[in-house]
C-alpha cells in the first residue's frame, strides 16, 4: 500500500522566479526508507517539505494515507527532524519530546510513560531533566528524533538529521536510527548528502539533479536488514554505491566543483 | 554553601570597594579644595540629614515609590500588549510603530506639566501617567523584537505538528521573548521613579518625594534634597533588583543563568 503519492508536482519559488521541482512522480510504500539524495539546488528538501506540508506545490498533488497532505499534517501524521535539533532551551530533554504530546492533549501520566520509554529508545534515560545546551550535538539530534517519534506518526521526515554530527556520531546514530525504524516500522523519507548513508541505511534511493529539480532514478537498496558495521565493508555495498554516485554524475555534468566536494 | 556564599561575596564585593572608594574620594576632595556645600555637600552631611529627616524623606519616597510602580505596571503592560498585537497584526503594528516610536521621541520633561493637567496635579494618577509614558516604549519595542526572534525552524515544527497561533505564541514565542521582556523591564524600573520624581518637580502633593526635593532645593537646603536623591536612588535600585530576582526565578534557561 502506497504511503505517500506524489503526482505531477512542480514547486515555483516567487522570490527569484526559480523552478525548484518540476514536474515530480513518486510514490512510497508502507514501511519503507527512503532517501532523496542530490546535490544543492536539486530540491531535495523542498520535496520532503511538500510532503509534510510545510510548503505547498505550485501544480500536482501530494496524497498522504489516502488524504491531502495538509489534511494529514492536521491530523499528526508527521514527525520531523531537522539538521538543527530545534529543541527549545527552556525546556528539559523530558519536556522537549513531551511537546507534541502536550499539543495532542495527553494526560500527565501517559505523557510520563511514553517519555520514558522514549528515552529508552534513543538511550537517554538518566537525561530526562537535563537542558538541551548540557547535551552533546549527537545527543541533541536522538533527542529531536524521539520527539519525532513520541506520538506515533505514520510518517518520519528527516531533513539532513546528521548532516551537522562528525562522522564518527554520524555512523552510530545510523546504526541507532536503523534500529529504531525497525523497532516501529513507520515510514521514513531521509534526505541527505551523504551517498554512503544514504545507501547504508535505506531500502530505496531517490537520486536527484538540479535546476530544475527532478528526479534522475531510483535506486532499490537490496541490502538485508539488520545491516550492521560490516554492512560497509560488503562488496555490494560498493556496487550500490557507485550505482548512486554514476546516476548523480551523469544528471549532474554542470555541478560546481565544490557541489561535487559536498556529494562525495 | 560556603562556595554559594563566596560566590556571592565575590561578586558584590568588587562594586562595593567602588562604591566606598567614590565616597571616600568625594568627601576627601570636598575638605581638599573647600567645595562649597551648596555645590556638593559633605557624603557624611548627606547622611546626616537623611538620618535626621528620616521621618519626612521615606514617607514621601513610599509615595513617590506607589506612582512610579504604578507607571511601572501600567506602562509595561500596555507596551507588553501592543508588542503582542504588533507581532500578530504584521500591517497593523507597521502602521502604528513610527507613531509610538515619534510619541517616543517627545521629551518627558514637556510631556510632564501638560500630564499633570490631564490627571490632576496632586493626584499619583498624574505621575503614574508620566512613569507610564516612559515605560511603554523599551517595553513594547523589546517584547515585539523577541516575540519576532523567533527562529524559522521552530515554527516549521511547530506547525508540522499543527500548532495554532496560541499554542505558538504560548510555547515558543513568549519563552523566547522573556529574556527580551526582562531586559526591557529592567531599564523600565529605574525609568519609572525618573518619571514620577520629573513629574512631582511640575507640581504634586506634598508629601512626594519630588516636591520635597524641590522645595529643599530652592531653600537652599541641598544635603537635604541630596538625601532626598539619595532615597530615590535606592527606591529605584530596590526596583531593579526585584526585577532581576523575579528574572532569575523564570528565565532559568538563558546563557547567563547556565553557569549557576
Not at chain 2, 564585593?13 to 566606598?20: H, I, R, Y
Not at chain 2, 568627601?27 to 535626621?52: D, E, N
Not at chain 2, 524559522?152 to 527580551?180: D, K, N
Not at chain 2, 529643599?216 to 530576582?245: C, H, K
Request: proline share 5%; glycine share 8%.
Amino acid at each position: 500500500m502506497s504511503v505517500v503519492t506524489i503526482a505531477g508536482v512542480t514547486k515555483t519559488f516567487k522570490s527569484g522566479n526559480v523552478t525548484a521541482l518540476e514536474n515530480i512522480d513518486l510514490e512510497l510504500e508502507a514501511g519503507e526508507f527512503v532517501s532523496l539524495i542530490g546535490p544543492s539546488g536539486c530540491g531535495k528538501s523542498t520535496l520532503l517539505r511538500l510532503i509534510g506540508d510545510l510548503v505547498e506545490p505550485t501544480a500536482g498533488r501530494v496524497t498522504v494515507n489516502g488524504k491531502t497532505a495538509h489534511q494529514a499534517r492536521l491530523d499528526r501524521d508527521y514527525g520531523v527532524v531537522f539538521q538543527d535539533s530545534v529543541l527549545f532551551d527552556w525546556r528539559t530533554v523530558s519536556k522537549n519530546i513531551a511537546l507534541p504530546l502536550e499539543l495532542l492533549g495527553w494526560d500527565r501520566d501517559r505523557r510520563r510513560e511514553r517519555v520514558r520509554k522514549m528515552l529508552e529508545l534513543v538511550e537517554l534515560t538518566g537525561f530526562e531533566n537535563h537542558h538541551p545546551w548540557q547535551l552533546s550535538g549527537g545527543m541533541q539530534q536522538r533527542v529531536s528524533i524521539a520527539r519525532a517519534l513520541s506520538f506515533e506518526p505514520a510518517l518520519l521526515l528527516m531533513d539532513e538529521p546528521f548532516g551537522a554530527l562528525d562522522e564518527m556520531t554520524r555512523e552510530r546514530l545510523n546504526l541507532e536510527l536503523l534500529a529504531i525504524w525497525q523497532q516501529l516500522r513507520s515510514t521514513v523519507v531521509f534526505v541527505t548528502h551523504s551517498i554512503s548513508e544514504a545507501v547504508f541505511l535505506s531500502s530505496r534511493v531517490v537520486v536527484m539533479s538540479p535546476r530544475p529539480g527532478r528526479i534522475a532514478g531510483l535506486v532499490p537498496i537490496d541490502l538485508a536488514y539488520p545491516r550492521t558495521v560490516e554492512t560497509r565493508e560488503d562488496p555490494h555495498f560498493f556496487e550500490l554505491v557507485t550505482q548512486v554516485r554514476e546516476l548523480l554524475r551523469l544528471r549532474g555534468e554542470h555541478l560546481l566543483p565544490e557541489e561535487e566536494a559536498v556529494v562525495r | 554553601m560556603t562556595v554559594r556564599v563566596a560566590r556571592q561575596l565575590a561578586e558584590w564585593l568588587p562594586p562595593l570597594v567602588v562604591l566606598v572608594g567614590v565616597l571616600a574620594i568625594w568627601q576627601g576632595a570636598i575638605v581638599a579644595f573647600h567645595i562649597q556645600q551648596f555645590l556638593l555637600p559633605k557624603p557624611t552631611a548627606i547622611a546626616q540629614a537623611f538620618w535626621h529627616e528620616r521621618h519626612t524623606l521615606w514617607p514621601a519616597g513610599w509615595y513617590t515609590f506607589k506612582e512610579a510602580l504604578g507607571g511601572f505596571f501600567g506602562g509595561s503592560l500596555l507596551g507588553f500588549a501592543f508588542a503582542v498585537f504588533a507581532a500578530r497584526f504584521r500591517a497593523a503594528g507597521s502602521a502604528l510603530l513610527p507613531i509610538a516610536i515619534a510619541a517616543n521621541a517627545v521629551p518627558i520633561i514637556a510631556f510632564a506639566p501638560i500630564a499633570n493637567i490631564w490627571f490632576d496635579p496632586l493626584s499619583p494618577r498624574s505621575k503614574m501617567a508620566i512613569a507610564g509614558v516612559l515605560c511603554f516604549f523599551p517595553v513594547m519595542v523589546n517584547t515585539l523584537r523577541g516575540l519576532t526572534s523567533v527562529r524559522p525552524p521552530q515554527l516549521e515544527l511547530m506547525r508540522s505538528y499543527a500548532a495554532g497561533e496560541i499554542e505558538i505564541f504560548r510555547r515558543v514565542r513568549l519563552p523566547t521573548a522573556l529574556p527580551y521582556i526582562f531586559t526591557a523591564l529592567k531599564v523600565a524600573s529605574v525609568l519609572s521613579m525618573i518619571g514620577a520624581i520629573v513629574g512631582e518637580y511640575f507640581g504634586g502633593a506634598f508629601n512626594a518625594l519630588g516636591v520635597l526635593i524641590n522645595s529643599d532645593a530652592q531653600i537652599f537646603d541641598f544635603t537635604t534634597a541630596w538625601a532626598g536623591i539619595a532615597v530615590a536612588s535606592l527606591l529605584g535600585i530596590a526596583l531593579y533588583l526585584a526585577v532581576s530576582l523575579t528574572e532569575r526565578a523564570v528565565v532559568r534557561w538563558a546563557p547567563e543563568a547556565r553557569d549557576s
